[in-house]
Nanobody
Framework: QVQLVESGGGLVQAGGSLTLSCAVS????????MTWFRQAPGKEREFVGG????????FQSDSVKGRFTISRDRAKNTVYLLMNNLEPEDTAVYYC??????????????WGQGTQVTVSS
């Protein structure tokens, strides 16, 4: 079992920045990737990016590449999503998930509760 708790969401103006955190607890297997997804109202859950828990290698969607950065601190059991130059289109609930790497949210068994990010124009 893996438990995930996101935090750090909020309201920010376009062009601003936010850092989301995902606190990880439980049994994290060596092959796990910690992945960020987001879901806007009326839309499907969308892959944002992920990081290999052990290796630290990262993967990102084209829509956020160059603006968002994923990192992790294993000593603090936390994964971060640094979001710069935010756009109104980034408004969504952001979720942290754990499992083998996939861009398909249906393949993940472990999810956090989500944190709302709202970007005003």
């Amino acid at each position: 079992q893996v438990q995930l708790v996101e935090s750090g969401g909020g309201l920010v103006q376009a062009g601003g920045s936010l850092t989301l955190s995902c606190a990880v607890s439980g049994r994290v297997l060596s092959g796990y990737v910690m992945t960020w997804f987001r879901q806007a109202p009326g839309k499907e859950r969308e892959f944002v990016g992920g990081i290999n828990w052990i290796l630290g290698s990262t993967f990102q969607s084209d829509s956020v590449k160059g603006r968002f950065t994923i990192s992790r601190d294993r000593a603090k059991n936390t994964v971060y999503l640094l979001m710069n130059n935010l756009e109104p289109e980034d408004t969504a609930v952001y979720y942290c998930a754990a499992g083998g790497f996939s861009r398909n949210p249906a393949t993940y068994n472990y999810w956090g509760q989500g944190t709302q990010v709202t970007v005003s124009s």
